[in-house]
């Protein structure tokens, strides 16, 4: 066999380029019969003896010998050695050329071998981006959509591009939805059905792209899909019925999209998604959640679901995950009531459900995505509604609860949204009830440290709260005030020139409130307070320099 395989890359390295000699076509069969026998050592010769710089050439050619040069890159190209000497010789422009060929063989050909080369090789597979093949694949797709190797052939090219970002601007201006739509379709295969899959996900990360295949009928094959797998045991169709409901969730994260399909409330796809929800499918009832999550993105939505009772069902749902729950279903079930609870109109109906109680027997979750959803949930309901933060602030369960995850260093999240809720307990309500319950609580020392947070939305909650408390119950938050420094951190925040003037307005307000303190006043003296609020009155913004004129006043008259 290396006898014969020395020969015939010699043979090939004189050979005339033009014409398809028969010798040419022996050498090439030879070539391809040592590949099979053993690829890496034949690609290795075929690499000493430089006839990969030939290729390019008898590429060009375009002749009857041209599908067996590209096999035999193809071929040479399986091995990643192989790959760079592939990009140096020349062959990829050449072989994009021969993807306008009509020949399907050549065509089959010339895509295993650019697929091969540029393999694993983001820079190469933008490259052929650049150099237009997605068009030309598309259009390869729409025009031997027969032929199911060049269809496969289509589908893994498309699988490896449509990872780049780059790709998706160019795939977004073919009809690549409506011919993938339209494979779809035609396949009963469960492989098949996958492949094209694996090209949907990543195109339908385009919001463009979600528009386009909304457009053009993806939604019902889903929903079919659902439909035929649902009961199902088999490992193949409980895989399906996934990829088909996580597909469905990507494609309503599309604004235009997503409202397209809620068809002012009334859209079949929209009721459909809804039925989910009281399924016994985990996979369903999670795939339910998350979509009614993406259609309450907007006020209008959020309002009309409200008004149509789909809060019965996310309550009912919630039910059933209380104990030994899942946890997805759990966090994508609180995610809907969530963005549900952000219209002001829907707060007082949601709590007239009764979703508080409900999402309240999640307290008990040591999950932190849970318990983020949980907070962020309740924070929402009471936002204006003071009976609402009232009726919370006081259940002492739930601020032990909050004050405990004020304290969860490894959970960000949890931590921030803890601190929130507890500031907008009070701030809600405004009851001495609940700042007695957050006192006793623990929970002054958190809403202290909150002041300093970087965030100066939340700074600005802490000093609104602190404020509250020091106004409706100083004599019992005194202890905490002075073992919390809350003077010296007044004093930081006041003197900072990066503080907001809000900061510094809410800042200067509180110090007002603690004065009536004895220990409280005593610090507020040692530290000079005076001078640095009598610095502020020339301050550019006038409401914080109005205010520094009265505390001004205000600790004059009792210094």
Same mark, same amino acid.
């Given at each position: 066999?290396?006898?014969?395989l020395s020969?015939a890359?010699?043979?090939l390295?004189?050979?005339?380029?033009?014409s398809?000699t028969?010798?040419?076509?022996g050498?090439l069969?030879c070539?391809l019969?040592?590949l099979?026998?053993?690829?890496?050592?034949?690609s290795e010769?075929?690499?000493e003896?430089g006839?990969?710089?030939?290729?390019p050439g008898l590429l060009s050619?375009?002749?009857?010998?041209t599908?067996?040069?590209?096999?035999?890159?193809?071929?040479v190209?399986?091995n990643?050695?192989?790959?760079?000497?592939?990009?140096?010789?020349?062959l990829?422009?050449?072989l994009?050329?021969?993807?306008n060929?009509?020949?399907?063989?050549i065509?089959?050909?010339t895509?295993r071998?650019?697929?091969n080369i540029c393999y694993?090789?983001?820079?190469l597979?933008?490259?052929?981006?650049?150099?237009g093949?997605?068009?030309?694949?598309?259009?390869l797709?729409g025009v031997?959509?027969?032929?199911?190797?060049?269809?496969?052939?289509?589908?893994i090219?498309f699988?490896?591009l449509?990872?780049?970002e780059?790709s998706?601007?160019q795939?977004a201006?073919?009809?690549?939805?409506?011919?993938?739509?339209?494979?779809?379709?035609?396949q009963?295969e469960?492989?098949?059905?996958?492949m094209?899959f694996?090209?949907?996900a990543?195109l =339908?990360? @385009? $919001?463009?792209?979600?528009?386009?295949? !909304?457009?053009a009928g993806?939604v019902?094959? *889903? +929903? %079919?899909v659902?439909?035929q797998?649902v009961n199902?045991?088999r490992?193949?169709?409980?895989a399906?019925l996934?990829?088909?409901?996580d597909?469905?969730v990507?494609?309503?994260l599309g604004?235009?999209?997503m409202?397209?399909l809620f068809?002012?409330?009334?859209g079949s796809?929209?009721?459909?998604v809804?039925?989910?929800?009281?399924?016994n499918?985990?996979?369903l009832?999670l795939?339910?959640?998350?979509?009614?999550?993406n259609f =309450?993105? @907007? $006020?209008?939505?959020?309002?009309?679901? !409200?008004?149509?009772?789909i809060v019965?069902? *996310? +309550? %009912?749902?919630?039910?059933?995950?209380?104990?030994?729950g899942?946890?997805?279903?759990?966090h994508?079930?609180?995610?809907a009531?969530?963005n549900?609870?952000?219209p002001v109109v829907?707060k007082?109906?949601?709590?007239l459900?009764g979703?508080?109680?409900?999402?309240l027997k999640?307290?008990k979750?040591?999950?932190p995505?849970v318990q983020?959803?949980?907070?962020?949930?309740?924070?929402?309901?009471?936002d204006t509604?003071?009976? =609402?933060?009232?009726?919370?602030g006081?259940?002492?369960k739930l601020?032990e609860?909050?004050?405990?995850w004020c304290?969860?260093?490894d959970h960000a999240g949890?931590m921030g949204?803890?601190?929130r809720?507890?500031?907008?307990?009070?701030?809600?309500s405004?009851?001495?009830?609940?700042?007695r319950t957050?006192?006793q609580?623990?929970?002054?020392?958190?809403?202290?440290?909150?002041?300093t947070?970087?965030h100066?939305?939340m700074?600005?909650?802490?000093?609104?709260?602190l404020?509250?408390i020091a106004?409706?119950d100083l004599?019992c938050?005194?202890?905490?005030f002075?073992?919390?420094s809350?003077?010296?951190?007044?004093h930081?925040l006041?003197t900072d020139?990066?503080?907001?003037p809000?900061?510094?307005?809410?800042?200067?307000i509180?110090?007002c409130?603690?004065m009536?303190s004895?220990?409280l006043?005593?610090?507020v003296?040692?530290?000079?307070f005076?001078?640095?609020v009598s610095?502020?009155r020339s301050?550019e913004?006038?409401t914080?320099?109005?205010?520094a004129?009265l505390?001004?006043q205000r600790?004059t008259?009792?210094?």
């Amino acid at each position: 066999m290396a006898d014969n395989l020395s020969e015939a890359l010699k043979t090939l390295k004189l050979s005339s380029v033009e014409s398809a000699t028969d010798t040419t076509e022996g050498c090439l069969d030879c070539l391809l019969k040592a590949l099979a026998h053993n690829n890496v050592e034949t690609s290795e010769k075929i690499q000493e003896m430089g006839v990969l710089t030939i290729m390019p050439g008898l590429l060009s050619a375009q002749n009857s010998s041209t599908p067996k040069v590209a096999n035999i890159i193809a071929e040479v190209a399986k091995n990643e050695f192989m790959r760079s000497p592939c990009v140096e010789a020349g062959l990829i422009p050449p072989l994009v050329q021969l993807l306008n060929s009509k020949d399907q063989e050549i065509l089959l050909q010339t895509g295993r071998a650019l697929g091969n080369i540029c393999y694993d090789s983001h820079s190469l597979q933008a490259q052929l981006i650049t150099m237009g093949v997605i068009p030309t694949l598309v259009k390869l797709l729409g025009v031997h959509s027969q032929n199911t190797a060049l269809t496969e052939m289509c589908l893994i090219a498309f699988g490896n591009l449509a990872e780049l970002e780059s790709s998706k601007e160019q795939f977004a201006s073919t009809n690549i939805a409506e011919e993938l739509v339209r494979l779809f379709r035609k396949q009963v295969e469960h492989e098949k059905k996958e492949m094209i899959f694996e090209v949907l996900a990543p195109l =339908a990360e @385009n $919001d463009a792209i979600k528009l386009q295949l !909304v457009e053009a009928g993806l939604v019902e094959c *889903l +929903l %079919e899909v659902v439909a035929q797998t649902v009961n199902s045991d088999r490992e193949e169709d409980v895989a399906q019925l996934k990829t088909a409901s996580d597909l469905m969730v990507l494609l309503l994260l599309g604004d235009e999209s997503m409202q397209k399909l809620f068809e002012g409330g009334k859209g079949s796809v929209f009721q459909r998604v809804l039925s989910w929800v009281p399924s016994n499918n985990h996979q369903l009832q999670l795939a339910g959640a998350l979509a009614i999550a993406n259609f =309450a993105r @907007n $006020d209008g939505n959020c309002i009309h679901m !409200v008004d149509t009772g789909i809060v019965q069902k *996310l +309550l %009912e749902l919630l039910d059933r995950h209380v104990d030994e729950g899942n946890v997805t279903v759990q966090h994508a079930a609180l995610s809907a009531l969530r963005n549900l609870a952000i219209p002001v109109v829907n707060k007082s109906k949601m709590l007239l459900a009764g979703v508080s109680d409900v999402v309240l027997k999640f307290l008990k979750s040591e999950m932190p995505p849970v318990q983020f959803k949980l907070l962020g949930t309740l924070r929402m309901l009471i936002d204006t509604q003071a009976d =609402a933060a009232e009726q919370l602030g006081t259940n002492t369960k739930l601020v032990e609860r909050l004050v405990e995850w004020c304290e969860a260093k490894d959970h960000a999240g949890v931590m921030g949204e803890s601190n929130r809720l507890l500031s907008a307990l009070i701030r809600h309500s405004k009851s001495k009830d609940v700042v007695r319950t957050v006192i006793q609580g623990g929970g002054v020392k958190h809403l202290v440290t909150m002041a300093t947070s970087e965030h100066m939305i939340m700074q600005n909650e802490a000093l609104v709260a602190l404020g509250l408390i020091a106004a409706l119950d100083l004599d019992c938050a005194e202890k905490d005030f002075v073992g919390s420094s809350l003077v010296q951190v007044l004093h930081k925040l006041l003197t900072d020139e990066r503080s907001a003037p809000e900061i510094k307005y809410n800042s200067m307000i509180l110090i007002c409130s603690v004065m009536g303190s004895e220990p409280l006043h005593k610090e507020v003296q040692s530290l000079a307070f005076i001078d640095v609020v009598s610095s502020l009155r020339s301050h550019e913004n006038k409401t914080v320099a109005h205010q520094a004129s009265l505390t001004e006043q205000r600790l004059t008259a009792q210094s």
